[in-house]
């Protein structure tokens, strides 16, 4: 599902910030919907994520019954598998429910690279 593409620059150290604000997921206990933000960070190495297939991807979650914290860690997990990239981290930011927000985050750091 999730495609890539040749990093057009695989010698240079850079990074691409993807903002989607219009995510959304349903609650696996009560089924109400979830809304939120996901902010996918990545220092590429030889691939980058295509953003069509990415928008597609994120869209499948749309009627899932997940909690935030899987999310979060299955995107990661996702985009890590397809693109094998430096470095990346996933942020999502939930709108408030019942008065309380919440934002996850997870990091990966390809071994014997430093996050720097």
Known sequence: MLEVFDNPHPGRRYTIEI??????????????????TVTITCTPDAAC??????K???QHYRNQGIFYEDITNRILN???????PLAM????????RGGISTNVTAEYVKPGRSKK
Request: aromatic letters at 12%.
């Open 89 to 96: 981290r996933v942020e999502t930011r939930w709108s408030p």
């Open 56 to 58: 597609f991807y994120l």
């Open 49 to 54: 994520i295509e953003l069509k297939s990415l």
């Open 78 to 84: 996702d985009l890590v598998a397809a693109c094998k």
């Open 19 to 36: 903002i989607q604000p219009e995510f959304t997921s349903v609650c696996p206990k009560t089924g109400q919907p979830d809304f939120g």
